[in-house]
């Protein structure tokens, strides 16, 4: 695996860890609809979070990890909450947040997590009614 790749999951794994000593209830990692991808979708009390997380090395240069979620990123983002909602008749009050996490180059270990909650609003375009695709019959 890419040396980028390990970076990722050990980020993600950091910020899932986070979040569950902050009360979240993880419910999916790495939640996929096609090519749409949620890095954490958690739960607390009557608040589910689509979590993007960032995970860079000292080393990454002088944007901050959460500076990379670009409105592309959180449109779709958006997109593939909107369908998670749809596919589980979730009722929960839905919220976009950004885990960016900080690595140590050598030890590969997180030196800083910040949770940025409610971080960006989706554009309203990319919130709908999802609409389950209808079986066609076979004859």
């Known amino acids: ?5 390990d970076t990722g999951v050990i980020g993600e794994e950091a ?5 569950r000593e902050k009360g979240y209830k993880i419910l999916e990692n790495n939640w996929h609809a096609g090519h749409l991808e949620v890095d954490i979708i958690a739960q607390k009390k009557d ?6 997380v960032k995970t860079r090395t000292s080393t990454y240069g ?3 990890p959460e500076e990379y979620v670009d409105k592309d990123k959180q449109a779709k983002i958006a997109r593939a909450a909107n369908i998670y909602i ?9 919220r976009f947040d950004i885990i960016a996490v900080l690595l140590n180059a050598e030890t590969q270990k997180a030196e800083n997590i ?5 971080a960006f609003y989706p554009p309203t375009r990319t919130i709908g009614t999802y609409k389950p695709q209808k079986k066609r019959r076979t004859l």
Do not use: R, S, T, Y
């Not at 695996?1 to 790749?5: D, E, K, R, S, V």
């Not at 910040?114 to 409610?118: A, C, L, P, V």
């Open 1 to 5: 695996m890419a040396l980028h790749n």
């Open 15 to 19: 910020a899932a860890a986070f979040l």
């Open 47 to 52: 608040w589910i979070a689509f979590v993007e």
């Open 62 to 64: 002088d944007k901050q």
């Open 86 to 94: 749809g596919k589980h008749g979730c009722q929960l009050k839905a």
């Open 114 to 118: 910040n949770h940025i909650e409610e």
